[in-house]
């Protein structure tokens, strides 16, 4: 059973435009967590949420944690080629330490 | 910060052998580790939660005996794949959690069984 469910799964645009990844579940998390993921490699996180309704940006990135903290988002704005990766969300159940991912969107940018 | 070190990065075996994947936090203590799985184009999975001195917690569909988990010290978690066969393939992440400063993730373990 997927918890957390991701989208789009799949996203290839031109360099310079915007674009949203979604990520919704209908359990309430403590915390989500946004990682990007280079291929051989482990994820590296990007951000954390915590709060309902609360907003973080890094650089182009705008990260948002939905008031119900049940879902998330993230934006890039002017998408470079450098942000094509493999983009995960995570979340932190309150009843638990464990950390479940979204099935990841795999980005590209093409210049 | 803190780093996670996992070794090997990548084994191949014969299929019937076992394989050890070990997890070290560097330079901080870990009660707790995590094990992943991730195949190609796909998500992590967790596998199990390792704890320091008690047995593993696996998750639902996942082999205890076919993935011993040992997590004798602070500092080291083992992932041992027994008997392993080609549908083990696969790459595993172990991950750690320092405090406050959250989740901290090895650099993976590409396991090919031939």
């Known amino acids: 059973t997927q918890l957390l469910e991701q989208s789009p799964q799949f996203l290839s645009i031109q360099e310079g435009e915007n674009l949203t990844v979604y990520c919704n579940s209908s359990?309430?998390?403590?915390?989500l967590q946004w990682y990007r993921q280079e291929p051989g490699e482990g994820p590296v996180l990007l951000v954390t949420?915590?709060?309902?309704?609360e907003v973080k940006k890094l650089k182009r990135l705008t990260f948002q944690f939905g008031d119900a903290r049940k879902d998330s988002s993230l934006h890039i704005t002017a998408a470079q080629p450098g942000d094509t990766g493999l983009y995960l969300c995570?979340?932190?159940?309150?009843?638990?330490?464990?950390?479940?991912f979204g099935q990841g969107t795999r980005l590209t940018i093409n210049p | 910060g803190a780093v996670v070190s996992q070794h090997p990065s990548w084994v191949i075996c014969k299929s019937g052998t076992s394989v050890k994947i070990e997890c070290r936090s560097l330079?901080?203590?870990?009660?707790?580790m995590f094990w992943y799985r991730q195949f190609p184009k796909q998500s992590l999975m967790l596998m199990a939660t390792?704890?320091?001195?008690?047995?593993?917690?696996?998750e639902q569909g996942v082999e205890k005996d076919k993935f011993l988990i040992n997590h004798a010290s602070l500092t080291l978690s083992t992932l041992t794949v027994t008997s392993a066969h080609p549908e083990d393939s696969s790459f595993y992440i172990c991950?750690?959690?320092?405090?406050?400063?959250?989740?901290?993730f090895g650099s993976g373990t590409r396991l090919t069984v031939v």
């Open positions: 991950s750690a959690v320092q405090g406050n400063y959250g989740y901290t």
């Open positions: 359990s309430v998390f403590s915390s």
């Open positions: 949420v915590v709060t309902g309704g």
């Open positions: 995570a979340g932190i159940h309150r009843s638990a330490q464990k950390l479940v």
């Open positions: 330079d901080f203590q870990a009660t707790t």
């Open positions: 390792s704890n320091e001195g008690s047995k593993a917690t696996y």
